[in-house]
């Protein structure tokens, strides 16, 4: 498309934006050329006074720019990863179950400290498998030294979690959701009576396992959702389905009914978007990943009642 003879680029331009501002006074969905003759979809965005409470709340989650994406392809595809990642998973669990009885090493205080982190063994082939055929992993693997404010995340969220651990089983509990296995934490009690495996947990936990999964679901399915939603979209869906995800590892789980998935997956939302929030403040998986592999090792809420009258 070209502009008529003797026509000036700030003439096209200043040409354009009056008909773009006709368009927008309108309220009118339309197309228009740019000054080079593309054409761009443009459209009013909902006003506090025309759209209500919903288009405040669409528009919060959609973000103020024009989204790279449809928001709803972008929520399948992040939901497609999490599945996705928990099906490696399972066969990593599988893989490492079958190696360890072959090797009969099941009962050794190695194994009972990194015993229940199997999964993350097919989360970190996941992310290897999809960092590679993305070929993006600047944009999906944001890690760095910490800073003052990284510092103060990572002894902030377990404080967090702490204070959920005391307030959230008792409404679950009084709803009909008790917790699913209460002896959970094998490796935190191998870890109080052996503290000389400290370095197999930092190797096994902090370095791989806790890394392996942020870098999933912090990583690519929030990387993922920023195509089209700001920051309270991207925590809000990525926390959900964290949560989904843990819902789904209780419904595969021996002798954990629909009751105690529940639990599961609500319990861990909060965690989900406590890391997500972090993350999206930090940019820096290591915030997520130590505070992750904290809540396995340390168990914080413990400490927290010593000082507390309760």
Excluded at 144 to 151: I, L, N, Q, S, Y
Aim: charged share 15%; with cysteine; glycine share 12%.
């Amino acid at each position: 498309m070209g502009r008529p003879v003797g026509t000036s680029n700030r003439d096209v331009a200043q040409q354009t934006a009056t008909t773009h501002a006709d368009e927008v006074s309108n309220g009118e969905r339309t197309t228009r050329p740019d000054a080079d003759g593309i054409d761009f979809d443009c459209a009013r965005r909902p006003s506090r006074e025309s759209g209500g409470t919903m288009s405040l709340v669409r528009d919060r989650l959609g973000g103020t720019g024009p989204s790279r994406f449809p928001r709803g392809r972008t929520v399948v595809a992040a939901l497609a990863i999490t599945v996705a990642a928990l099906a490696v998973g399972v066969v990593g669990i599988v893989v490492t179950g079958a190696v360890e009885s072959l090797l009969g090493v099941g009962d050794t205080a190695v194994v009972r400290v990194l015993d229940g982190n199997y999964i993350q063994i097919g989360f970190a082939a996941f992310a290897v498998a999809y960092l590679l055929w993305r070929g993006d992993w600047e944009r999906y693997v944001k890690v760095r030294r910490p800073t003052v404010e990284d510092a103060g995340w990572i002894l902030v969220i377990p404080v967090v979690f702490a204070a959920q651990s005391v307030v959230l089983p008792p409404i679950l509990a009084a709803v009909g959701l008790p917790h699913p296995n209460p002896t959970t934490g094998n490796e935190q009690l191998a870890l109080e009576t052996r503290p000389l495996l400290w370095p197999v947990a930092f190797v096994g936990l902090y370095l791989f396992a806790a890394p392996a999964e942020e870098l999933v679901y912090r990583g690519i399915v929030q990387g993922r959702l920023r195509e089209s939603f700001d920051t309270v979209g991207v925590v809000l869906f990525g926390g959900l389905l964290f949560g989904f995800m843990h819902f789904l590892v209780g419904l595969l789980t021996w002798g954990v009914a629909l009751g105690g998935s529940i639990y599961w997956g609500l319990s861990t939302t909060i965690p989900g978007l406590v890391w997500g929030y972090a993350y999206e403040r930090t940019e820096n998986l290591a915030v997520t990943a130590v505070t992750h592999a904290m809540s396995w090792t340390i168990a914080v809420h413990e400490i927290v009642l010593q000082f507390l009258p309760v």
